[in-house]
């Protein structure tokens, strides 16, 4: 007997959807299917204790979006903060209150881990092991569709790379994943490792308590400072009512960025004249901008770094915040020896050097008794994997702000239900109708931590469903107003 009818005989609920995931994603989720699908029993698993997802993960100081919040925040939840560039604990409590407000919390089991799924054409259905608690039982759900909210961080590491003579350093080193209230920082010479987007928050918001931050880069990111607040967005609420405001706000943030990226994309030399203007501007002209905020690869390459207010800037200008440029030789005993200028000391040091990527929040799959590789498979949409039924992934831009995507892929699976429901359909599978059309990577980004994992990705493919597109509005007409009948999904009863 095959491992999926092993699993059935165990199993001791059925929903018609089951959501993995009680983040910004599965939220969103499961908001659009009580909207759009009323009659459809749904349960939320949750690997943590607490929802929110990466909101709710991450404690490092500053923590903040990188994207505005017109855009971040969901299309069908206005936000209503001053504030468009906000802070981790706000954004954790809007995802928690459309939970709230909208009877979600009640339908999501926390410290559940989905494990496995293995799906049976026969039963159409798929039946999930899952472990629950803190000594990991085991139980089974069955679903008739599965739906991946799980985002693709791990949530267990992030990434550091083998520095040497790491175990030699006698402070204390932590990644910003890892941090807990109990670090304290105050008074103390401080080196943040990297020039992400980490780095940027951390920077600035560690340098109001410690003696000093230095933050060490090998290379340089593009980093580009916009006001906290969105004074046009601010005006808007005052004159028209909220939900008008919101949209025409958040039409507008889409558009400036869509803009700014083709810009990136058709002239990047102009791209980067603009935004080294700008930090020359913030910086003044002794400040070598050249060696510490001029990358070697065109803008939106890699994603590109906001500071609101331009607190970074100010911090180096205000002498609390270094930026050196260099590579790392060792550690020592009392800080950091660089290749070519001496050594950093540091109380503490936090390694702001990257996440690691995790499919499926470590899942596996199964199709009829067969395991499935993510990898060999091509991504539909965006949002299915090609020979595998009633299964969705919602993941979200890497050029945009996650929700924009995220919205429009879980509208869009809830037109698929639908309409198998009108059609009394049971299966939907997506299937290659050319074994030899090119396959490309998932998405074109040269950034480590994809780099670092996009082998194990499924590949896109040459030309529409299967071409990922990283463009709101192309995805707006194909996912909102598209057809869910196509020669490449096949439906069965």
Sequence with gaps: MDASADLVRSATEHFDVLIVGAGLSGIGAAWHLQDKCPGKSYAIVEARAASGGTWDLFR?????????????????????????????PSILSYIREVAADSGIDRHIRYRHRAVAAAWSSDRACWTVEIEHGPQREKTTITCSFLWMCSGYYDYAAGYTPDFPGVGR??????????????????????????SGATAVTLVPAMAIKAAHVTMLQRSPTYVV???????????????????????LTRWKNVLLGMYFYRLCKRRPDRAKSLILKGVRELMGPDYDVGRHFTPRYDPWDQRLCLVPDADLFRAIRGGRVAVVTDE???????????????????????????????????MTIAVDGTAVDPADTLSYKGMMYSDVPNFAVVTGYTNASWTLKADLVCEYVCRLLVHMDRNGLRQCTPRVDDPAMERLPWVDFSSGYIQRAIDKFPKQGARPPWRLHQNYALDLVGLRFGSVQDKAMVFSK
Excluded: C
């Design 225 to 247: 400072a916009r006001p906290a607040e969105d004074a046009l967005a601010n005006r808007l609420r005052r004159w028209l009512p909220l939900r008008l405001a919101y949209a």
């Design 60 to 88: 490092y100081p500053g923590v903040r979006s990188d994207s505005d919040m017109y855009t971040l925040g969901y299309a069908f939840r206005p936000w209503k903060d001053a504030k468009a560039i906000a802070d981790g």
């Design 169 to 194: 350093f006698k402070g204390r080193i932590v990644h910003p994943q890892k941090w807990s209230e109990e670090i304290d920082y105050r008074g103390k010479k401080v080196v943040v490792i990297g």
């Design 328 to 362: 790392i030789e060792s550690f020592t005993e009392t800080g950091i020896r660089l290749k070519s200028s001496g050594e950093l000391p540091a109380d503490l040091i936090v390694t702001a050097t990257g996440l690691v990527l995790q499919l499926l929040g470590g």
